[in-house]
């Protein structure tokens, strides 16, 4: 019998390892492979020959690794080289694989990942060597393209509503309240700030406003609007996506500073400092805070969503028998059957379709304004956030266990 | 029959409403007062006669309000001025408790609120009113004398705790590894970063070095130290206060546009920042990352502790029970009776000794190198975050219920 491997890669979510285990739980279930290994770093660690036998684990670390936040096989975010350039990564890569008997080849990941798969599904179909690459999608940007939503992004999400309400009410003790912007992650799309209008009190929002990516940010409208919410209420709760961009397409929060990533992507964050200095320098009042939610909102398993892990398990569980059905260079995506009941099923979508590919928040659920989403939202992310899982408690706390050096 | 009060003051907590609940509670089993008054927004509320009847809310509303974050009957930072200067707000203030035939008035507030409560305690009884004056005790900062902690620390700790095992696995993925800094409130002690030390994995406290105000924060040190833990681990995590100063007593944070609140004390934060600035400069690597917990850390009841939750009400309940036995100019105290089984008992302490003294992380709690606090503080800790509550769910998130104008 032959053994499978699976890897994670790019930023972690709080569900990714949930997948993890659901692709073991599959192999057990259905004895297709002798071994499952894990690739410790993704491709970059493969490629060190950093692999571990993870069907060697016992049915308790497994468990524990299931309620485990952010990447616990460890991450990268390795980019291969085109295959025109050059095939030796793709060579070595392969020879390792072989080495080890492994006829599957699983990657958790967004849409650099997908990009990978692409491409090693292409090379190996192209050589006529018999491995399996399936993607499992994971990212709390809930950004790739043809699945419903992605896995990490319920949880995120969760996370999100849950501190909004909380804030919100922070805010709101003084007889004299100021303004309260809550900055999310999403650097390209909307997905996790628009996910704010989950929070609501006695079913009334309580966000004033919510600012995406999607849509032109103009601080003269901004400045408008919240002078006349903090005229009629005495307070303005703002949730702002750190990705908000001027006309020019230049993001707000983008300074002559700001370092860049691996992929040439901008590193965002401090828009929510941005906009509290422009109301204060604005006049209409200086108690204004600023909060970044930061990478909480891809780590809190604390208060994750369970059908987030329950659905993270599910695309980990199908992976493994797609590949087994001799698929490859495919991702599983989730389809969304019915609201009420919520209902899914997966699909395979071709790798390349995804790589390189964003999903925006649709501009048909943004108001005229510009300035907050559509009730129609709401509908779309209440079933993501369903239910609160059983975490392994140890001491009063979440207990974790990682395979990579944490 | 007459009646009672009970008013919010000060920063909120994640438990602060318990308290009210449990004074509510004790007098429905004792039947002690007629009505259960609410002054919103503290003293300057109810000077403005801003009173509701809460006894006359249901239990579902009482049970919602009790597991809803921050101060949920307002609050005011609202200082009564020295009764040499002027007596005509504590005459205005007693004169609108007689007519509402109050013979009680119980404050849960921090040390500005037992200031209030030791001074109008003190004009009662020089002017011979019969009106008893009991103060409750609340701050996620744990800094009041005479009382082992103070309710809505222990959900603080388990926030900062939860909160730091997850950010240390997000920022552990990768092969090539940073230096993350979380910072967390504590203007003038050091008990909330402390209380980091309750995060460990497999027994191993997670965060490499732990910075208090209580020792002098000296930066070459701190670098030597971060450099050393660089090279031999590839990543370092770290927890600051955000009241680290230096050996002028200055705080690290602070710059010459440094805002003040109403008692003068300075408004922190970005230590965080400016020590990631700190470390880029000095060339250690520039993979840091800086997180600032901010308001979060005393309203995120979603990660409660259920022994606090508890403890909160239980110092509302025996409130109540105190003024009945005739004491006034008093805050409820709690003793810690014993570790294993933790076992604790209320006192009462004059409310003058609380008011205008901080209680201090203690010295021999912190290593002699001053960058971590020493294993016996986790003794301490342990058992103030126990257990996990049942919030009131409504579609999938905590439901919560105020009377302010949130």
Chains 1, 2 share one sequence.
Not at 83 to 95: C, G, N, V
Not at 179 to 184: D, G, K, R, S
Not at 215 to 240: A, G, M, Q, S, Y
Not at 377 to 395: C, M, R, W
């Amino acid at each position: 019998m032959s053994n499978c491997i699976i890897a994670q890669s790019g930023g972690p979510t709080s569900v990714i390892n949930s997948s993890v285990v659901g692709l073991v739980q599959a192999n057990k279930d259905i004895k297709a492979f002798d071994k499952v290994y894990a690739g410790l770093n993704g491709i970059e660690g493969i490629l060190n020959g950093n692999i571990i036998e993870l069907s060697a684990f016992s049915e308790a670390e497994l468990n524990t690794f299931r309620y485990t936040p952010s990447s616990g096989l460890g991450s990268c975010r390795y980019k291969m080289k085109k295959l025109e350039e050059s095939s030796s990564e793709y060579d070595m890569l392969l020879e390792i694989l072989k080495a080890n008997d492994i006829k599957a080849f699983f990657y958790v990941g967004g849409n650099d990942s997908m990009d990978t798969i692409s491409k090693l599904g292409d090379y190996t179909k192209k050589t006529g060597i018999d491995i399996k690459f399936i993607g499992i999608p994971k990212t709390i940007d809930n950004d790739l393209m043809h699945t419903d939503h992605t896995p990490g992004f319920g949880s995120a999400a969760k996370f999100i509503a849950t501190t909004t309400l909380e804030t919100y009410l922070d805010s709101s003790v003084y007889i004299n309240n100021g303004i309260f912007i809550l900055e999310t992650m999403g650097r390209d799309t909307g997905w996790l700030a628009a996910s704010a209008c989950l929070a609501r009190i006695d079913n009334k929002q309580v966000a004033d406003f919510i600012y995406l990516p999607e849509t032109v940010f103009d601080e003269d409208n901004f400045l408008e609007d919240v002078k006349n919410k903090f005229i009629e209420n005495n307070k303005v709760f703002i949730v702002v996506s750190e990705g908000i961009r001027n006309a020019e397409g230049k993001f707000i929060s983008e300074t002559k500073k700001q370092a860049h990533d691996k992929f040439g992507h901008a590193q965002l964050g401090g828009v929510g400092n941005y906009l509290k200095n422009l109301i204060i320098s604005s006049g209409i009042t200086n108690r204004v805070k600023a909060l970044e939610l930061g990478v909480l909102q891809r780590c809190a398993i604390h208060c994750a969503s369970d059908i987030d892990l329950k659905e993270a398990f599910e695309v980990g569980y199908s992976a493994l028998k797609f590949a087994l059905e001799g698929n490859s260079g495919y991702m599983v995506a989730i389809k969304r059957e019915s609201n009420s009941p919520y209902k899914t099923s997966h699909i395979l979508v071709e790798a390349n379709k995804i790589a390189n590919n964003v999903k925006y928040f649709p501009k048909e659920l943004i108001n005229e304004r510009g300035n907050n989403v559509k009730e129609e939202a709401y509908e779309y992310f209440a079933p993501l956030i369903s239910g609160t899982p059983s975490l392994v408690i140890d001491n009063n706390l979440p207990k974790f266990k990682t395979f990579n050096n944490a």
